[in-house]
């Protein structure tokens, strides 16, 4: 079972990426997926997560109407499309599971399996 990250970068304030979290050995639908980042040392802050077998998309303040959650299930993927990147943005981006089927709480507590990371830069 494995999580892996791609697509962040190095981008000016008011850019846009997308990040990709393509998971193996499970599928999305059996556990809530989130993102988390890295903003400080040792601190995670969770941002987006989806679990659709509780029908569920959450946003953090921070990120809400700007960034978007979208799924691939042919590809088994999980996208969060950013808009109007923000310096406060960036950071070190994990996508993160849940342990067993569960609603989205943005809590890393709650979550067990993790990916390495994709590092956002936004920066003029």
């Known amino acids: 079972e494995q999580l892996v990250e791609s697509g962040g970068g190095l981008v000016q304030p008011g850019a846009s990426l997308r990040l990709s979290c393509t998971a193996s050995?499970?599928?999305?639908?059996?556990?809530?997926i989130a993102w988390f980042r890295r903003v400080a040392a040792n601190e995670r802050e969770g941002i987006a997560c989806?679990?659709?077998?509780?029908?569920?998309?959450v946003y953090s303040h921070s990120v809400k109407g700007r960034f978007t959650l979208s799924s691939d299930n042919a590809k088994n993927t999980l996208y969060l499309q950013m808009n109007n990147l923000k310096s406060d943005d960036t950071g070190i981006y994990f996508c993160?599971?849940?342990?067993?089927?569960?609603?989205?709480?943005?809590?890393?507590?709650?979550?067990?399996?993790w990916g390495q990371g994709t590092q956002v830069t936004v920066s003029s």
């Open positions: 993160a599971r849940t342990g067993g089927m569960g609603d989205c709480v943005l809590d890393p507590f709650y979550f067990d399996s």
């Open positions: 989806l679990s659709r077998g509780y029908g569920t998309k």
């Open positions: 050995g499970f599928t999305f639908d059996d556990y809530a």
